[in-house]
């Protein structure tokens, strides 16, 4: 073996080695392949306009007190027994329908919180809650 003689094996290649190109125009083909279907809507739709403002409207709130005599008090201010059901009709047919929140007293007979409940609920209205303060620790 003599140092300095050119082989036929030892040739430069003059030909570009296709096989990676080939291969990213496949991974190209496919990448397009895939979007191209996403960035088009299948089906045409003309939405309509329309402009929507929020609506804030809040229920009122009616707070129906029973004291530790037994009387009944709609917003602070006293009703009879007799004047409870019309009012809570009344205001069971409003649009939307105020939310009741039912405070009864601790010394309050049972009897006395539970036909205004039942009142409430004869009254028609839905949406009732009981009012309790937090136990102090």
């Known amino acids: 073996m003599a140092f300095g003689t050119q082989d036929d094996t030892d040739e430069v290649m003059n030909?570009?080695?296709m096989t990676p190109f080939v291969d990213v125009?496949?991974?190209l083909l496919i990448i397009?392949?895939?979007t191209v279907p996403v960035m088009k809507h299948s089906v045409n739709v003309d939405l309509p306009r329309a402009t929507s403002a929020p609506q804030d409207q809040k229920p009122d709130t009616i707070r129906l007190s029973v004291d530790e005599k037994?009387?009944?008090f709609w917003?602070?201010?006293r009703v009879t027994e007799a004047d409870l059901l019309p009012r809570l009709q009344?205001?069971?047919a409003r649009d939307p329908q105020p939310e009741l929140h039912l405070r009864g007293d601790r010394d309050a007979r049972y009897e006395r919180v539970a036909q205004a409940?039942?009142?409430a609920q004869q009254s028609g209205l839905r949406k009732i809650g009981f009012i309790t303060?937090?136990?102090s620790p």
């Open 75 to 77: 917003n602070e201010q």
């Open 133 to 135: 303060e937090p136990k």
């Open 32 to 34: 397009f392949i895939i």
């Open 117 to 119: 409940l039942a009142a």
């Open 70 to 72: 037994g009387d009944y």
């Open 25 to 27: 125009m496949l991974v």
């Open 90 to 92: 009344a205001e069971a």
């Open 15 to 17: 030909e570009i080695n």
